[in-house]
């Protein structure tokens, strides 16, 4: 996969997205539509996608869970809307990061510089053995997450967020530090880290309500136990 592909109605938008992604030394290409955008990647798939939400006919919530089906896109919301609401859905739906408009471009790309990093973490480390956490093991070198033996299936971001909770386990890491470490971001909003942490809670724990593995520490952040 390579490329950036921008999935926005409005012409001005997307054409100065393009042309200031080209200026950054990206390979970028942009649809009106969800539904033109989800047709693109399916038969040319990018690394990764940028995606407004409000796009005529198929939203961009619907869009961004249709792309979502295929875990190795990374996918960014370039949005006018700033609502914690909306904020939450879309990530929720599976949106890796979220930019509200106007949008800076050097703070575009650093995003999604920070994107393809973590992206190479995944296989990058093969001297790093499984790391078995009861019933749950990640094995960081293969990309791998499994629960009493069966496939778990993460995105790029809950990987990568895994990884950093289970390389210390029981210790406390703070939402801007897993912002920092994960994601990249020296500031960023934390509810990046709440709700990945939630969609994760929905694949490896049998009682979100009471989470075996990944835990809450009130006040402090989250930590990962045995």
Known sequence: MTGVLVIEDDDRIRLSLLLALEDEGYQARGVATAEEGLLEQRSRPAETVLVDLMLPG??????????????????????????????????????????????????????????????????????????????????????EVRLRGEPVSVTRTEFRLLCELAQHPGRILSRQQLL????????????????????????IEQDTTRPRYLLTVRGLGYKLQR
Request: a neutral charge.
């Open 180 to 203: 920092q470490r994960v994601w990249d971001h020296t500031v960023g909003d934390e509810r990046l880290v709440d709700v990945h942490v939630g969609r994760l809670r929905q694949k």
């Open 58 to 143: 198929v939203d961009g919530f619907e869009c961004i869970r249709q792309l979502r089906r295929n875990d190795g896109v990374a996918i960014v919301v370039v949005s006018a809307r700033d609502d914690t609401h909306d904020i939450v859905a879309a990530l929720e739906a599976g949106a890796d990061d979220y930019l509200v408009k106007p949008v800076a471009i050097k703070e575009l790309s650093a995003r999604l510089r920070a994107l393809r990093r973590r992206g190479r973490v995944v296989g990058a480390q093969p001297t790093v053995p499984s790391l078995v956490f009861g019933e749950l093991e990640i094995v960081p070198d293969g990309g």
